[in-house]
């Protein structure tokens, strides 16, 4: 009897999935959007997004994108729907090993299709995959008299034996932040360190960090190098982060363009690599600095999977925050509308 169940319950899902591959990601039904917070319709095939109504969103496949990311969405800055300003990637190494499992390229064992499944939940014990179509409300509610939406998105096994999953938490006061909590699930392999990297900083063409010992820029980081590959990552002390009076420790980037929507591109550039809208400034923080903490950043010379010089040269692709994993490791991911002078001087000013 239980096998039949098992069986069942498989061909149900199985169903739903073929359901969904039939339909465009416009055909399903529009997130609703309340005073606060942008959800998921509920009861019908929906678009998975969770978020701020007048600020930062995230999505999940079927939204347009590769699948085994999240999708960061920034409509504040005159995005579009379904138009991305950054990827998250899910990147668990295991203990005792140098390499990461990636989220975005390793292939699912679900579907045999590149790029591990994510599904949402409203609690953290829904490790059985779901269908993407039908995602969570997530949970709405008051934390230090703040409201707040919470989402957990799961991660199908890595090949490297890994099973994470994230915490996603929006606060009504932080409109432009998504905290991130991460943890492994029953039966992962021993985790040395689970990095969500945010994926896409060729997009917006991030070029400047900025640090308490000053600006580190792309191309001095990386001279003279014009390849079509990823460059080695450069890394970067928690103690040269920028420091919240709270003890915040902030990792900054930002374009090094005054205007980036006014770059003019090479012949043969992909529409989708083509910025518009309204500047901004993009960080991760963690509330508490540690001596183990770092950020990495690596650099593209050519947009990604092309030939198309990036305009300006060489900028940050990946930009992260590692490390060492434990249950419950927070993570601050923003993408603020100030410039970056003027989101140091907010951070220096503290709460």
Known sequence: MKTYILFVLNVIFCSLCLCVKAQDWKSLASPQTGALWVQPAQGVPAQPVWGHARGIQVGLSPMPGPRGLLRIYTPYLGHKAGNVMNYIAFEPIVKGDDKRGLSELEMSRLDDKRGKR????????????????????????????????????????????????????????????????????????????????????????????????????????????????????AHFPAGDFIAGKNGAAWFIAAPGEKDPAKAVYSAGTHDHWKYYGKKATQYWYSERSDEKLEGLVNGRYTYWASQSPIPG?????NFELKAPFKQGNRFIFGVSPLTSDQLIKKINKGP
Not at 208 to 223: N, R
């Open 313 to 317: 040269g060489i900028s940050f692709e």
């Open 118 to 233: 994510f599904w949402s939940a409203n609690d953290s014990l829904s490790t059985a995959p779901a269908p993407e179509h039908l995602p969570a409300s997530g949970i709405i509610e008051k934390i230090n008299g703040h409201e707040t939406l919470t989402v957990f998105i799961f991660s199908e096994p890595f090949e490297n034996g890994a099973k994470v999953y994230t915490r996603l938490r929006f606060y009504e006061q932080q409109p432009y932040e998504v905290e991130i909590t991460t943890y492994s699930y029953a039966g992962s392999a021993e985790l040395d360190y689970f990095i969500v990297t945010a994926t896409m900083g060729n997009y917006a063409r991030l070029r400047k960090l900025y640090l308490q010992s000053g600006t580190a820029v792309s191309g001095k980081l990386w001279p003279g190098y014009n390849g079509d590959a990823f460059t080695p990552h």
